[in-house]
């Protein structure tokens, strides 16, 4: 038992210096490149979608930190094996190591925008592992044999307390250089100052209730991205090519100067359940992408735009939504500011009526003309539909779910969407009664939410509220309950509350 002890933390102290110095060097160079985001990154590739939705729909943003965690929990059982292993077999030392090396290698080499220098950090890592285990082991084990069953080895625990050492100076280093890098691009964001809008929005309509326009601080994120990637404004291009006339190369000072238009647009996920909270509506500024397509000229048959982001990620985007006269746009700021890091800074792809997924990406830093035919974005391939248009939906945001709250008159109220069709009715039903419409508020245009409210006469007594929109086609929101995947939850939004 002792000897295994002794193994298992070996193991994990040569471990973590081993990761400590790959995060070093992945933090110096290229932060995806780091072992665990690495391999975090291939693990959310490789995922079923239901297992994806799962951890979007019950961990929210924290799916990221969560799945980290495990990897982290799963490294250190292998770093356990490998060592009590090691008390016995010497051969377990480069045979463990190297194959921990190899999965991060691997993973790291599998990311879509990897180099070959994307290899090394996993593969120092793996030799530093290896080379402090075989120190931590080498000496004769005779001399571990004598000591006594109380005893200390005061040489392992030397060795051990330098590793530890060691390692965190590593680590510090590393978060040291991380947070460097985020406080560049922080203050790279801050020393932008975005021009005025050459068509600028209107003004909110008088009598919109609070809470229209989502501050960017509560706004929802939903991507794959374990790392927020921080991108230099002042090196930042966007390539525009494929089955174009003439191919275009922007810098972000190219984009700053041509006509801005500000517009207010509802963005919404398609992960997003019934009633679900990953929507939200900004003001954004932005060079209409249109504009750009016809300078480059879009070649006959062109159905696609697949944009790429600076980590890989593609998104694939119906030709005919740049160009039939919506604002999609290539956005630089949100609401009166530069978009925030986490957002897609310093510009993302936003395109009204679409969820996310299918015309709204981050870190853009490509466009490529293409078709469906020849190309499935990353969300395609994995099975969801390649037409991304957004349902009617509708939410209950006032009273909350399981409220108790005295009779009377209660105000119930909330949000309504239909993106480029807008909202021609929303009706309130208490407790599976007939359908009574709710008060519209005035709203910024079809591509945003309407707010609604509704004046329910309460009486005593557990009840249940649902609502129901209805777009300006005249199409009712369906009734039928189905699952985001794999082109948007459907289903009437469903409240219980207790009044008296």
């Not at 979608?49 to 930190?65: I, Q, S, W």
């Not at 359940?273 to 003001?283: D, F, K, N």
């Not at 108790?404 to 021609?424: D, E, K, L, N, Y």
């Amino acid at each position: 038992m002792r000897h295994r002890l002794r193994g298992a933390i070996r193991g994990i102290v040569a471990a973590g210096a081993g990761i400590a110095v790959a995060e070093l060097l992945a933090a110096a160079a290229r932060p995806g490149a780091g072992p665990l985001i690495a391999v975090g990154g291939a693990v959310i590739d490789a995922t079923p979608t239901p297992v994806k939705e799962f951890a979007v729909r019950e961990l929210g943003t924290n799916d990221k930190p969560v799945l980290l965690a495990v990897i982290a929990l799963v490294l250190v059982q292998l770093a356990v094996v490998t060592g009590i292993a090691a008390t016995r077999w010497r051969v377990a030392i480069p045979v463990g190591t190297a194959v921990l090396g190899a999965v991060g290698v691997t993973a790291a080499l599998s990311r879509p925008a990897a180099t070959a220098l994307d290899a090394i950090p996993s593969a120092a890592g793996a030799l530093v592992a290896g080379l402090a285990l075989w120190w931590l082991t080498r000496e004769p084990r005779a001399v571990a044999d004598a000591v006594p069953e109380t005893g200390v080895d005061r040489r392992l625990v030397l060795r051990l307390t330098l590793l530890a050492l060691g390692a965190g100076a590593a680590e510090a280093a590393a978060l040291t250089v991380s947070g460097q890098r985020q406080n560049a691009a922080g203050n790279a964001r801050e020393a932008i100052e975005l021009p005025a809008p050459a068509d600028p929005a209107p003004p909110l309509p008088a009598g919109t209730a609070a809470g229209f326009t989502t501050p960017a601080g509560t706004f929802y994120r939903v991507d794959t991205a374990l790392t927020v990637p921080r991108i230099d404004p002042s090196t930042w291009t966007l390539k525009i090519h494929g089955m174009v006339d003439r191919e275009l190369e922007l810098s972000l000072a190219d984009l700053l100067r041509r006509p801005l238009v500000e517009r207010d647009i509802t963005l919404n996920c398609v992960s997003n359940e019934v009633g679900g909270p990953y929507i939200g509506t900004a003001r954004w500024l932005g060079v209409p992408l249109g504009a750009l397509l016809r300078e480059a000229g879009v070649q006959a048959g062109a159905d696609q735009i697949v944009a790429r982001s600076v980590e890989g990620m593609t998104i694939g985007t119906p030709v005919a939504t740049a160009l039939d006269g919506r604002d999609t746009m290539l956005a630089v700021g949100m609401n009166g500011e530069p978009l925030p890091l986490e957002h897609g800074f310093p510009v993302r792809m936003l395109t009204p009526g679409l969820y996310g997924y299918a015309g709204a990406c981050k870190w853009v830093t490509e466009l490529e003309l293409t078709t469906f035919d020849r190309f499935d974005a990353y969300w395609v391939e994995r099975g969801w539909g390649p037409a991304g248009t957004v349902k009617t939906a509708s939410r209950i945001d006032k009273p909350k779910p399981f409220a108790r709250m005295a009779a009377g008159t209660v105000t119930v109220a909330g949000v309504a969407w239909a993106q480029r069709r807008g909202i021609g009715a929303v009706e309130i039903s208490v407790d599976g009664g007939p359908w009574t419409r709710a008060e519209l508020l005035p709203t910024a245009s079809i591509d945003t939410w309407t707010q609604w409210r509704y004046s329910w006469k309460a009486s005593a007594g557990p009840h249940s509220l649902a609502v129901r929109a209805t777009d300006r086609s005249g199409a009712v929101q369906p009734e039928t309950r189905v699952t985001p995947f794999p082109d948007g939850a459907t289903g009437w939004h469903t409240i219980s509350v207790t009044v008296g």
